[in-house]
Each structure stands twice: as structure tokens, then as C-alpha cells.
């Protein structure tokens, strides 16, 4: 197959990128804008190959957009290319808007024209495979604030957002379903859970923990840590997104999570531990802990049921969290310099997203 890949140099679509070329005989298109958190050096070990070709196009360039899928004639389309930020969409919600939704309108459209002059097996087959996040679903039932049996996400979740970005993503999986049920097109949906691993952009809190506490900074922590999120590795989602793109049924949505519910507290400590153990100093990694005013209207637990993806199409993930979260510490100790590159520019480990509601 020839896959085009929408936001194939961000920290998602680098991991598909490399599963694809490293794992499957399938080609890929990557089609980036290369905004702040698109990084080529997250595909120097793929760049070569002959099945991989890049494209620096906006998703919302229409034109540009029509150009690739007729000179690449894909077979399907994975869009992963969105702005993702929670902080960066409480501070700027208009990027969100137009990425997210006009660019996914676009794209959308412009697949559904290229669809629409296939033939035969080649229409049959096609897909468009939409990459979202749990975040959509908005809010769980909190262990501390329960007593029964804790609820999860599952795919006839209603929708109930609560960021600007999350509301986004939500806009385009509608749109996704929108353009399936009346023209016909061929799209799968998916929703994902928190991720982590190698080339994480460093404003998420798992790189960013680690680089502060690298840097002896402080390790901010909203509210009070309890925050809880299910973590999935994200090579362990890139297996599941090209399972899904090659071998998911047309007009489904597939959940897709680690199996790995835990507060935000605790994975800070974790990170500490593991330093302390692999790069130790004079004192604790953990003295570092800091608490800051919680991010507005920030959702206190997502959690994700994903036997659906199981049982239809044998995926699950192979990393534990424990495992899972060793390798990227281990990973960013390794390779300073592409996160160095990354800090060189206008990012420098601040925190984003302090805008307070009125009352």
C-alpha cells in the first residue's frame, strides 16, 4: 500500500512513520507543515528509504493538498496533523480552530474528490483514517470522589469536551463521520489515550519532567498531582494505528489505550526514581516537586476501554508503563543533541495555558 501520512514529523505520525517503513513493505507519503513540533530529525533513521517521500504542505492548502494525492496516488490516508496542546489551546485557541477543524474540512473534501475518481478493488479499499484522542469524551469519575466501579471510555461515549483543543478534535471526528455518512467515504476513526516515548516534543509533562530535572529545575505539578490519565507508548500506537488503517472495517471508531491509569503525581515520582537511580546526584530528583495553580477546566481522569480493537483486531500493548516509561528516560538520556535542537528555538520549558476564567 502507499499510506499518506498527515503530520508524519510530529511525535504520533514520526512513530507511524517509522513502524511503517521499519516493520510493514507499505510506502509513505509524509505531509507536514513543520510547525514548532514538526521535526525531520525525528525521521533521520527512515529518511533514505525509498518507500518514504516527504511533502511540506499545510492541510490547509487545498491546492497543495490535491497536488500530493494526485502525483502519489495513496491508498489511504492516516491524519494525525493537528495542533495538540491543552495549554497552547487555552492560550490560543484560534490555531486549534483552523488546523484542527478548517484543516481537516480540507483535507476531507480533497479526499473525498480523489475517492470519488477511484475505480474498482482501488475505491473499495481505500480508507481514511482519522487519529484522535480521548479527550473528547471529556471527563471520568474520579477515585476519590467514588465508591463504586470506576466507568470507561468506550466508543458510544458522548462527547462532552472541555478545552478549546479537545472541542476541536471534536469538531473534526464529526466532520470525519459528517462526510462518511453522506458521501460515502470510507473513513475510520480512532481515539487514543495519553502518549509517551521517544521524540516527545518536551512541553507534555513526561519529557518535560525529565529535561527539568536533567536541568535541576523545578518539576511543576498542577493542583494537587491527582490528575489521573491512562498511558499508552506511543510505538505501541503506531502498531495499532497501521493495524487499523490496513485491516479496520470502514465506518468503525476504535478505542485505543495502555491499560495504565495513573496520577499525574505518581508518574512524576516514577521519572524521579528512575533518575535517581541511572543519573543520580547529591540530592533527590523528587526534591524538585513543585505545586502550581491547576490548568482551567482541567478534567481529573480519562481512562480508556479498548477490548473492541482487541477483539476485532488482535491488537494490544506490549509495554507496561514501567517498562514503557524506562525507555524513554533511557531514550532522552541518550539523545541529547535532537532534544537540544528542539530547545534551541523558540521553546524554552515554560509553562503554557495560565489564562484565568472571568468570574
Not at 480493537?309 to 541529547?336: A, C, H, M, Q
Request: proline share 5%; with cysteine; hydrophobic share 35%.
Amino acid at each position: 500500500m502507499k499510506i499518506l501520512v498527515t503530520g508524519g514529523a510530529g511525535f504520533i505520525g514520526s512513530a507511524v512513520v517509522r513502524y511503517i517503513i521499519n516493520n510493514t513493505n507499505h510506502s509513505v507519503i509524509n505531509l507536514d507543515k513543520l510547525t514548532y513540533a514538526g521535526n525531520l530529525e525525528s525521521l533521520v533513521s527512515v529518511s533514505e528509504s525509498e518507500r518514504y517521500s516527504f511533502e511540506q504542505v499545510d492541510i490547509c492548502d487545498a491546492v497543495a493538498v490535491n497536488r500530493v494525492l494526485e502525483e502519489y496516488q495513496p491508498d489511504a490516508i492516516m491524519h494525525l496533523a493537528a495542533e495538540s496542546h491543552v495549554d497552547r489551546s487555552i492560550d490560543g485557541p484560534g490555531e486549534f480552530i483552523q488546523t484542527n477543524i478548517i484543516g481537516t474540512y480540507i483535507l476531507l473534501e480533497q479526499a473525498r474528490l480523489y475517492w470519488s475518481k477511484l475505480e474498482g478493488k482501488a475505491k473499495l479499499q481505500f480508507r481514511f483514517h482519522h487519529i484522535s484522542t480521548d479527550e473528547v469524551y471529556g471527563d471520568l469519575p474520579h477515585p476519590d470522589n467514588s465508591d463504586g466501579d470506576l466507568p470507561l471510555f468506550h466508543e458510544e461515549t458522548p462527547y462532552a469536551p472541555s478545552s478549546p483543543y479537545s472541542a476541536s478534535k471534536a469538531s473534526s471526528d464529526h466532520l470525519v463521520r459528517a462526510w462518511a455518512r453522506t458521501y460515502g467515504l470510507p473513513t475510520i476513526i480512532t481515539n487514543c489515550s495519553n502518549n509517551y516515548g521517544p521524540y516527545h516534543f518536551p512541553e507534555k509533562l513526561i519529557p518535560l519532567v525529565i529535561l527539568n530535572a536533567l536541568a535541576g529545575k523545578p518539576l511543576p505539578i498542577y493542583g494537587k498531582g491527582n490528575q489521573i490519565r491512562d498511558w499508552l507508548y506511543v510505538e505501541d500506537h503506531a502498531e495499532a494505528l497501521v493495524t487499523v488503517a490496513t485491516r479496520g472495517s470502514a465506518g468503525e471508531t476504535y478505542n485505543i489505550g495502555g491499560y495504565n491509569e495513573k496520577q499525574n503525581i505518581d508518574v512524576v515520582k516514577t521519572i524521579c526514581t528512575i533518575l535517581d537511580e541511572v543519573e543520580p546526584k547529591e540530592t533527590k530528583y523528587s526534591d524538585q516537586i513543585t505545586f502550581v495553580d491547576d490548568r482551567p477546566g482541567h478534567d481529573m481522569r480519562y481512562a480508556i476501554d479498548a477490548s473492541k480493537i482487541k477483539e476485532d483486531l488482535g491488537w494490544k500493548p506490549k509495554e507496561t508503563f514501567e517498562s514503557g516509561l524506562r525507555k524513554t528516560v533511557f531514550w532522552y538520556l541518550e539523545n541529547e543533541t535532537w532534544w537540544k535542537n528542539v530547545l534551541s528555538g523558540d521553546y524554552k520549558l515554560e509553562r503554557l495555558g495560565k489564562a484565568e476564567r472571568e468570574v
